[in-house]
């Protein structure tokens, strides 16, 4: 083979587009014939290897269940929170509004099916035989998971079906002369992609993350050319600004800003976990009074958690059967968040209170006392231990004594002001000093213990009902102990000054406006994201689905192949590993022996550039989609998790093989014959 290399002023340089110059990845139209066979062979074999009750079946999977459970909300119009993003639902809520097919789960097997095709012309894209490109196709279809996708309504099938068409466009790219319509034709393929497949998963941000560091390494290709001009550098980079960053991120707002928009029927499941501003736009602005007053009862909701109300039930603590448990409920509209508001010193009879100057409005910087609604018992702290935290600087919280009783030191709490979300342009005013519902973000200390009264993420043992631990500390954490009075009820039944809360905001007028205002969308797409994440880890997939033992262990994703995948297929799951392992010891052995002093000119090959290019991608993109995982707080970590990482890895193991068939056929066909035979003798 001729050397492409062109003469710099000092050595021989690759050109960018050294690939097309040596026609490696040019794709025919048999190529593409065969991708489409592929869709085709792919989707009718599997239609027909099950029978037609199997495809018409009930929805009789978790995962089907619950994403044709989402669909039906979203075509409802109704609210609710889901771990993913919100393009997967929409796609299948579009297709069953329009009746385009009557079976859902075609959808999934057509997506599959065109995931194969894709990856083939991936292979030849990087210039694999077809052999090899045909047995990259065989180990992904006879994954267990893979296949199992495939007949079912799945929200993975979509994400890896854009998975594999942005490989294909970016290594497209990298292989064609910049400007041309064919590299703009890939480049819009790939913004687009890349913004449904973040708007999919979150992993596709990953995704995200890896692409732009492909572009990075051919802009360092481009002006390593000595041929290119300023302006076509210029040029590259301002096509790839808009396409792989402004474009992708405008479809992810987009596919949010339509789902925030739709959301027009409140459902409580949902909504109990999204704070009041996002409640309002749900169900209506709400009336509060301007003030606290002394007598009031309340609802005290923990902003650093999911629904976070404080509650306290007759569950006595193991430890002191006269001490009642306080934690924070899940649990919206329950008696046991309610709490009343006492004076520390003052016995008030409101059956004496005739109009508001006799009501006592409370103030920061002053006691109170809050006794539990339906117990009757008050809310103290003492130096008992928590029955999570046992560190020395954590009190234990818990309702104590009776209705009669009046409490001391203990039962005594200061309100200290963190926050007044409506007055942000901090003007000062007589009103500032009271403390005022759903506006005041507080925090509560502990005259008698001095302690903040703080919640975190660890859930209580299963005779806690797995809620949320409450416990009291010495300088607290502030984002902790932050609590906002959410719904007020007076003792009294005159009429007092009320105001009108809509999305944070005092809302003068007589109705609620449904048109989303840009600070308002960023703020309700801040929560709502920030909620999903919450959701995930701790609501979904949380501590309560475990057994009391295991409520504090946190499993670590292991690489493990799947049960139901065929013998021959651990081969090809672990070779991809071991495949990626020897690239690196290659790679080490380059730059062990790299001299860059030396005058004399490299042997060039185009095999072994390709091989190690797309090597290093291969590396790189399998850790980027594994890593992450490693630091999952929860246990639904499955085998189909692995997929971005899995393809990857075939891809170094099928180059690898490509690179080793072309280099040395003979050793090649002696070890595809053995490896054959051990198939075969495992078998027997």
């Excluded at 409101?350 to 109009?355: D, L, R, T, W, Y």
Aim: some cysteine; proline content about 4%.
């Amino acid at each position: 083979m001729v050397d492409p290399r062109l003469q710099g002023p000092f050595r021989k340089y690759l050109p960018y587009n050294i690939f097309e110059q040596c026609l490696i990845g040019q794709l025919t139209t048999f190529d593409y014939i065969f991708a489409s066979l592929v869709v085709v062979a792919n989707f009718t074999f599997v239609w027909k290897s099950h029978p037609s009750s199997f495809w018409t079946r009930p929805w009789d999977n978790d995962t089907e269940q619950e994403l044709f459970g989402y669909i039906r909300y979203r075509l409802e119009k109704a609210f609710y929170i889901h771990e993913l993003p919100p393009f997967t639902v929409q796609l299948y809520s579009i297709i069953e509004r329009l009746n385009i097919i009557t079976n859902l789960r075609c959808v999934s097997l057509f997506l599959n099916s065109s995931t194969l095709a894709f990856l083939f012309l991936v292979l030849r894209r990087i210039d694999c035989s077809y052999i090899i490109s045909t047995a990259g196709l065989l180990i992904l279809s006879n994954w267990g998971i893979f296949r199992k996708e495939g007949t079912i309504l799945s929200f993975d099938s979509l994400e890896w079906c854009l998975f594999s068409i942005i490989l294909y466009s970016s290594i497209t790219m990298s292989r064609m002369k910049l400007g041309t319509a064919k590299w703009f034709a890939h480049l819009i393929t790939l913004s687009i992609s890349l913004g449904l497949a973040i708007s999919s998963k979150f992993i596709g941000f990953l995704t995200w993350g890896f692409v732009i560091l492909s572009l990075v390494r051919q802009f360092d290709k481009l002006i390593s050319d000595v041929e290119i001009t300023t302006s076509q550098i210029i040029r590259f980079v301002i096509w790839n600004l808009l396409f792989a960053l402004i474009v992708p991120t405008s479809i992810f707002t987009l596919s949010y800003w339509n789902l925030l928009s739709n959301f027009n029927v409140d459902v409580p499941e949902y909504s109990k976990y999204m704070t009041t501003s996002f409640k309002s736009y749900l169900r209506g602005s709400q009336l509060q009074p301007t003030q606290l007053y002394y007598g009031s009862t309340i609802t005290l909701r923990h902003l650093d958690s999911m629904a976070g109300y404080l509650t306290s039930h007759e569950i006595p603590y193991p430890s002191d059967i006269h001490e009642n448990l306080v934690a924070l409920s899940f649990k919206e509209f329950d008696a046991d968040n309610e709490w009343v508001v006492e004076h520390p010193t003052m016995k008030l009879n409101f059956s004496e209170i005739h109009h508001i100057g006799q009501l006592i409005p409370v103030e920061f910087d002053h006691d109170i006392k809050l006794r539990h609604k339906s117990t009757g018992q008050l809310l103290r702290a003492s130096t008992a231990k928590p029955p999570i935290s046992e560190q020395d600087y954590d009190l234990r919280i818990s309702c104590t004594k009776n209705s009669e009783y009046e409490g001391g030191m203990d039962e005594r709490w200061n309100v200290l002001l963190i926050k007044d979300r409506t007055n942000d342009d901090n003007k000062i005013s007589s009103d500032d000093k009271y403390v005022k519902p759903l506006r005041s973000e507080i925090q509560l200390y502990n005259k008698g213990q001095r302690c903040g009264l703080l919640s975190h993420d660890l859930r209580l043992p299963k005779w806690g009902g797995f809620e949320q631990e409450v416990l009291c500390m010495e300088n607290p954490v502030r984002s902790r102990t932050s609590f906002l009075i959410d719904s007020v009820r007076l003792a009294v039944d005159f009429p007092i000054p009320m105001m009108k809360y809509y999305m944070d905001e005092i809302n003068s007028s007589t109705e609620d406006s449904r048109t989303l205002s840009c600070t308002q969308f960023v703020r309700l797409l801040k929560e709502y994201i920030f909620k999903q994440y919450k959701y995930n880890y701790y609501v979904k997939y949380g501590k309560s689905k475990v057994n009391s033992e295991d409520a504090f262990v946190v499993e670590k994703w292991p690489i493990t192949v799947d049960v139901g995948s065929p013998v021959w297929f651990k081969f090809a799951w672990y070779g991809s590993i071991l495949a990626m392992f020897i690239f690196l010891c290659v790679q080490c052995n380059r730059m062990v022996h790299w001299n860059p002093w030396s005058t004399t000119e490299t042997v060039f090959s185009i095999n072994w550039d390709i091989y190690n290019e797309f090597g290093w991608e291969c590396t790189v993109g399998w850790f980027l989609h594994f890593y992450v995982f490693t630091m999952s707080p929860h246990f639904n970590l499955k085998s189909k998790l692995y997929f971005q990482s899995f393809i990857f890895s075939e891809l170094c193991l099928l180059e690898s093989l490509n690179v080793f068939a072309k280099q040395h056929k003979t050793i090649f066909s002696i070890t595809i014959l053995l490896f054959f035979t051990s198939i075969v003798l495992l078998y027997k």
